[in-house]
T-cell receptor, first 113, second 112 residues
């Protein structure tokens, strides 16, 4: 079973378009992280959100944590080819297991010039 | 400051062979993790450690073993390799007080 469900699994768009990626769970997490992974490399943290309803912006990327801390979204404005990669959400702090993150399956984004 | 390093980068094993995947971090992080990543399946936790001498199983520990004798190193041992262990393996570490995990570049393992 997958604790975190990401959608869509694949996304192929043209440069300049906007997109939203979703991360949903039936479980409550104390934090939600978004990572980006490029081919042949390990995931790299983009952002951590910890408060229900929190919105964080990083340039053209906007991250939101749901009020109930069960879901999150990543919105990219005016996508660029450099945004291409695998986007992973990960939930932390669930239960008493220290330090563990639960990863979604990821959204593979391709932005064409 | 090299961060998290993993060796080897790529390895081909025959069924039944054994090997050790090496992972080291120079950030003095207490927590370390081993994940495997299969296409379309995200990251699955194999084992993790919250400090030297302390390890615990993750979601998919069968066929693997770990040890943590120092803060810096967290090797993953594969005994009797099977084709189902073909995957990309990532090691990660984090500070005890922070939630950010720092990942190594991965080891690509092919079992034939």
């Amino acid at each position: 079973t997958q604790l975190l469900e990401q959608s869509p699994q694949f996304l192929s768009i043209q440069e300049g378009e906007n997109l939203t990626v979703y991360c949903n769970s039936s479980s409550v997490f104390s934090s939600l992280q978004w990572y980006r992974q490029e081919p042949g490399e390990g995931p790299v943290l983009l952002v951590t959100v910890v408060t229900g309803g929190e919105v964080k912006k990083l340039k053209r990327l906007t991250f939101q944590f749901g009020d109930a801390r069960k879901d999150s979204s990543l919105h990219i404005t005016a996508a660029q080819p450099g945004d291409t990669g695998l986007y992973l959400c990960a939930g932390g702090g669930r239960g008493s297991t220290l330090g563990r993150l639960y990863f979604g399956r990821g959204t593979q984004l391709t932005v064409w010039p | 400051n090299a961060g998290v390093t993993q060796t080897p980068k790529f390895r081909i094993l025959k069924i039944g062979q054994s090997m050790t995947l090496q992972c080291a971090q120079d950030m003095n992080h207490n927590y370390m993790y081993w994940y495997r990543q299969d296409p379309g399946m995200g990251l699955k936790l194999i084992y993790y450690s919250v400090g030297a001498g302390i390890t615990d199983k993750g979601e998919v520990p069968n066929g693997y073993n770990v040890s943590r004798s120092t803060t810096e190193d967290f090797p993953l041992r594969l005994e009797l390799a099977a084709p189902s262990q073909t995957s990309v393996y990532f090691c990660a570490s984090r500070d005890r007080l922070m939630e950010t995990q720092y990942f190594g570049p991965g080891t690509r393992l092919l079992v034939l």
